[in-house]
Each structure stands twice: as structure tokens, then as C-alpha cells.
Nanobody, 115 residues
């Protein structure tokens, strides 16, 4: 089993920045892709950003140019740097990792952007 612990969420004014972290621990075999999702109230969970084990990244159009995903393989940790935050970025953010073809989810961290 792999456990994921997220941190870094909070309340920020529009235009501000936050950095989310997600650390994996437990019986890790070899983590492949890592990703961040988010879910706003009344909406479906959506993919925000992904990063492969080789460092290739991809982003939702809504966050391109504002968010940056990165990873530290030695620490089994994925980060999401969020700049120029907008009220519509308000959501619970979840990390997800793939290890040995299994999907693992974090518990979620709340990000609230005030206008």
C-alpha cells in the first residue's frame, strides 16, 4: 500500500500564490505518473496537471501559464506551484500517483481564492 499526504492548501487572495505538496510513503515499488486533480463544489473532479517519471508535463487549459507541476523522485513527492490564482481555482485539490499499475489518491487539501 502507498499512502499520500498532501499539504499547502489554504486561503489566498486573487492574484496570490500557493504551493501544494504530496508525499508518498509505504510500500512503493516504482511510481510512474503523478498528477493533481481538483473538485469544486457541485462539479466533477477534473485533471489539473500531470508529470511522468521522465518529467514530461501536461496541463489543463485553464491553468496553463499559471500552474507548474514538478516532482522530486528521491523524496517521492509531487508539487503544484500555483500563481496568479483566481476565484475559479477554488476547490479541493487531490494528488494521484500510479505505482505498479495501481492508482492511489491523497485525502485532498482545500484551496480557497477570495476575490
Amino acid at each position: 500500500q502507498v499512502q499520500l499526504v498532501e499539504s499547502g492548501g489554504g486561503l489566498v487572495q486573487a492574484g496570490g500564490s500557493l504551493r501544494l505538496s504530496c508525499a508518498a510513503s509505504g510500500s512503493i515499488f516504482s511510481i510512474n505518473a503523478m498528477a493533481w486533480f481538483r473538485q469544486a463544489p457541485g462539479k466533477q473532479r477534473e485533471l489539473v496537471a500531470t508529470i511522468t517519471d521522465f518529467g514530461s508535463t501536461d496541463y489543463a487549459d485553464s491553468v496553463k501559464g499559471r500552474f507548474t507541476i514538478s516532482r522530486d523522485n528521491a523524496k517521492n513527492t509531487v508539487y503544484l506551484q500555483m500563481n496568479s490564482l483566481k476565484p475559479e481555482d477554488t476547490a479541493v485539490y487531490y494528488c494521484r500517483v500510479i505505482d505498479a499499475s495501481r492508482f492511489y489518491w491523497g485525502q485532498g487539501t482545500q484551496v480557497t481564492v477570495s476575490s
